[in-house]
């Protein structure tokens, strides 16, 4: 028998159906976050790491190569002058010939203006950092380090280290709880990508530019009191504390941690440290970032409390408040209890917003750093695969805002240069960065957490290896070692926890007892040589899952994939799918926070019936099968057949993934 390894035994994954809210430990009623937080530095050592961007590339002709290119090439179309048309013009530097852009980036002019502008500018200068570390595109850098430089005289011109695109007026309405948008979220954007640039692509002028705007964050809010910053905190200013304690750890001065700290809001972490749900109501893009600013804190300064609050968080939101893409939020909010979907999704049409996916992955990473779990990569898999993958317009490379999940909607993407959503900037860095979860490390060796062809090289231990698939298309993953590290290395695949049963797994063509059960890892420990090859097979099966809340609303999905059903493209334009952000059929939900006010320029669609679904019986293999075709199903014998076909591969139709099954 070839050496195998016992594998890490975890239950799989919870699905949703089976909800339970979790247990409330009995603890004192006194919030565990008084108003001074102390900050020591106590950095805590991963238990597992990523390995680094430039040691894991993409190999072409898959979803993810594609994603990848298709946004490289939007960002190649955004010119350098016009993402700095509002920084200049606020500086009061000659702004040239480059018109403004548009959206939630439109200067002053008239009647409109946008008070987030400039926050697509630190998106871009994130997303170009994280191109550059994926791809080693030189293009790509030598843009942003020209925005660097250009913000950079802008601040000087601004007295050295307030940076923005709008005046600093705002920040007086803020401090009075007069009426403005998000400016903490704007400098937040910012300040992230001058750290991103600076640890990615070794720009120090951005760390420069950083630590000014970081001198002024931390002035302005160390002169006001613990209240009156804590009523600051109820305007929507999202992951700035992680930024702070990023400077922090990679600068050795905790000033920058005592004022990260300053944008620790109680009313919102409290509860958390408690495990009690408070999320109803609440803005959700501006509270998944603190709750990654809270996995960020613990890192730095080993406080537990701030694990607890976001592993809480984390599994709160995962199991009781996503859908079954994995995605979270409505309307920009949670407006229902936790584990209450069938309800929460028909509150409004804008379900399930894309830079809250972003977000959600981002602290599903840090969460895992710290407990090596495979059960983040199961959630992680789950919504990269069908909210990440599919919001991104083929070959256009614009991305969406809701990926709706309101029977009978369609896919719709932001325009060229007049739209700007947060979830365009979330976009560009998603589709940059699709190298840095696949192969993380530790002392023993590699993990291989996600199925995407790829090739690392552990340049350190000598190891160089190709993973090759058509997964999620394909079932099968061939791993091929390249060069062979010295000594004995554990490998780690994860088995995903969709599975049903332990997969078929070979090594140089003999089968393995991989005895392993789904939701765990296979670990491989050898004296490894180059030419050695692993194969894993992964059988996808049909299943069902229903809303925890009623049974009869159900979604289908195949092995990791949802599946939506195809309800036709009659009455779709142009018009339809690029732009507007507000479906057919939504309530009067407007658009939350956003002084521009609703957006509901949708054009009148046909109305269409949705059609409900007679199950033959528990297993839906018994009455949706297979059309020959790859992943491609039909309903028989209903009232009205329908064509279900992954929810990541359908553009330009109408479309449902919940449906009425009896
Ligand atoms: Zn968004």
Redo the contacts with the bound molecule.
């Keep these: 028998m070839l050496p195998v390894l016992a594998a890490t035994q975890t239950p799989p994954t919870s699905p949703r159906p089976d909800y339970v809210p979790p247990p409330r430990p009995l603890v004192p009623e006194t919030p565990p976050f008084a108003e001074t937080l102390e900050f020591a530095a106590r950095p805590v050592a991963p238990r597992a790491e990523p390995f680094p961007m430039p040691q894991v590339r993409l190999l072409p002709d898959s979803i993810f190569h594609d994603a990848q290119e298709w946004n490289r090439g939007y960002m190649g179309r955004l010119a350098a002058d016009r993402l700095l048309y509002t920084f200049r013009a606020n500086a009061g530097l000659p702004t040239g010939s480059a018109p403004p852009l548009g959206g939630w980036e439109q200067p002053e002019n008239g009647q409109r203006s946008s008070e987030l502008r400039g926050h697509f500018g630190g998106h871009f200068l994130s997303a170009s950092a994280l191109l550059f570390a994926s791809t080693g595109d030189a293009e790509a850098k030598a843009k942003a380090d020209y925005l660097v430089a250009e913000m950079a005289r802008c601040q000087e011109r601004l007295g050295g280290k307030y940076l923005s695109a709008f005046p600093t007026t705002w920040w007086d309405r803020l401090e009075k709880g007069q009426r403005v948008w998000a400016p903490f979220y704007t400098i937040h954007k910012i300040m992230a990508g001058l750290f991103d640039m600076y640890r990615l692509a070794g720009n120090t002028q951005a760390r420069q530019v950083l630590e000014g705007m970081a001198a002024w964050a931390d002035e302005w809010t160390a002169a006001r009191t613990y209240e009156h910053m804590q009523q600051i905190l109820t305007i929507e200013f999202g992951g700035i504390a992680e930024t702070l304690y990023d400077l922090a750890a990679a600068t050795g001065e905790a000033r920058w941690a005592a004022a990260g700290d300053r944008f620790q809001k109680r009313s919102f972490i409290s509860p958390l440290a408690l495990r009690r749900d408070e999320l109803r109501g609440l803005h959700a ?1 501006t509270h998944i970032p603190q709750a990654v600013a809270a996995a960020r804190r613990y890192e730095i300064s080993g406080d537990t409390r701030f694990r607890d609050v976001a592993a809480f968080f984390f599994d709160d939101v995962s199991a009781g408040r996503s859908y079954v893409t994995g995605g979270t939020s409505n309307a ?1 909010g949670w407006l229902a209890p936790p584990g209450r979907l069938a309800a929460e999704v028909k509150a409004s049409a804008n379900t399930a ?4 996916a972003y977000n959600m992955l981002k602290l599903s990473r840090h969460l895992y750093a710290g407990n090596p779990d495979p059960r983040y990569f199961d959630y992680y898999e789950r919504l990269l695969l069908n909210h990440r993958i599919g919001t991104i317009r083929p070959h256009v490379g614009t991305s969406m ?1 809701y990926l709706s999940l309101t029977p009978g909607v369609w896919k719709t993407f932001n325009t060229e240069d007049r739209t700007f ?3 365009t900037g ?1 976009g560009i860095e998603e589709y940059a960065k699709l190298t840095d979860s696949i192969y993380w490390k530790d002392g023993q060796g590699l993990f291989v957490n996600l199925f995407i062809p790829s090739a690392l090289d552990w340049t350190e231990k000598g190891l160089r290896l190709r993973q090759q698939t058509r997964y999620p298309e394909g079932e099968r993953v061939t791993i091929t070692i390249d060069g062979a590290p010295a000594g004995e290395m554990v490998l780690r695949l994860r088995v995903p926890g969709w599975l049903e049963s332990a997969p078929a797994v070979t090594l140089n063509g003999k089968a393995l007892d991989a005895s392993v059960a789904p939701g765990s890892y296979l670990a491989l420990r050898r004296a490894w040589k180059a030419g050695d090859r692993i194969e894993m097979d992964l059988p996808m099966r049909l299943r069902a899952e229903a809303m925890p809340d009623d049974p009869q609303v159900q979604a289908f999905l195949y092995g990791p994939l949802v599946l939506a059903g195809d309800l036709g493209g009659e009455g779709l334009t142009e018009d339809h799918i690029v732009g507007p952000n507000l479906r057919v059929g939504a309530p009067n939900v407007e658009q939350h926070g956003s002084p521009l006010g609703p957006l509901n320029r949708t054009p009148p669609v046909p109305d269409i019936e949705i059609p409900t679904f007679r199950a033959a019986g528990p297993d839906p293999a018994s009455w949706i099968r297979p059309t020959g075709e790859p992943h491609v199903f039909r309903t028989s014998g209903q009232k009205r057949d329908v064509t279900l076909v992954p929810l990541n591969t359908l553009f330009d139709r109408r479309y449902s993934v919940y449906w009425q099954v009896t």
């Design positions: 893009n920009e917003e894309c830079c809250c805002y959503w947060c979830c979330t």
